[in-house]
């Protein structure tokens, strides 16, 4: 990084602490950068991409902004070394923060993800991603659990710990009991220890936060499979409507058709 950017004539410097950017915001004199003249009218890299995913805690200003005032040759080379934040003040010019960034690629886009650690690391900070969304360490690195998944109140946790244990072995560990049935499919329901509020005849009634998943069988194949449906579904034949949203004719004489 340092090899690229000293042609640049620009002061800089690099730190590897998170804590030490935050020092540098405090003591110096900090200027917010306006966009350059190529900032909006050039591609984006895939790091640059990554890198706006990471949370403004870390990062502050809008990363990729600095780089429309370097030139095209020093971004080339810039580009597998991007830092993860940059700041500019009056005294030491630009301050960058350096560290790893891991991800994957789904459908052509790219999203922070580490399944057996850190996802985002410098010095003093990790950052915990699961296909672009941040949790805690114990999301990513604990086995989960069927009780943990009931028990944890944070829905983007629970449903990080939902994906990573698998729907049917949660299905097979939870004993979701019945709600209702149609035809082949059946519709399962099991409380979480979370609280969800909503008027209901005339005042705020509390309940336990559901998930709902429909038993649907193959006609084919005989397989069972299990589809996450909304917990407001009370039938069986609401939560098959609602797998369906495409449909604007007669639902079931479609469904029937097509199986």
């Known amino acids: ?73 020093a971004r080339r080379r810039l580009q597998h070394h991007l830092p993860i934040a940059a700041e500019f003040c009056l005294t030491h010019g630009f301050i960058f923060l350096v560290g790893e960034v891991w991800a994957d690629r789904v459908r ?34 604990k086995r989960p659990t069927t009780d943990r998944i009931l028990a944890e109140s944070n829905q983007t946790e629970r449903e990080v710990l939902l994906q990573r244990m698998g729907v049917e072995n949660f299905m097979r560990e939870a004993e979701l009991k019945p709600v209702d049935t149609f035809r082949d499919t059946t519709l399962l329901k099991v409380d979480t220890t979370a609280k969800q509020g909503r008027w209901r005849n005339g005042q705020w009634v509390e309940t336990f936060l559901s998930l709902a998943f429909l038993k649907v069988v193959c006609p084919s194949t005989q397989k069972t499979y299990f589809l996450r449906v909304s917990p407001d579904s009370e039938t069986a034949k609401e939560a098959l409507q609602s797998t369906l949203p495409d449909y604007t004719r007669d639902w079931e004489r479609d469904l029937v058709a097509e199986t």
């Open 108 to 141: 052509g886009r790219w999203r922070i993800h580490r399944p057996d650690g850190p996802a985002v690391v410098c010095r003093d900070r990790e950052l915990y991603f699961w296909r672009g969304w941040q949790v805690s360490k114990d999301t990513v690195m």
């Open 1 to 73: 990084m340092r090899a690229a950017l000293l042609p640049e004539g620009w002061r800089f410097s690099l730190v590897s602490r998170a804590s030490e950017l935050k020092e540098h915001s405090k003591s110096c004199r900090r200027i917010i950068l306006p966009a350059g003249t190529e900032s909006d009218n050039r591609l984006r890299s895939i790091r640059e991409r990554l890198l706006r995913q990471i949370p403004w805690a870390l990062r502050e200003q809008v990363s990729s902004r600095w780089l429309s005032y370097i030139s095209k040759e």
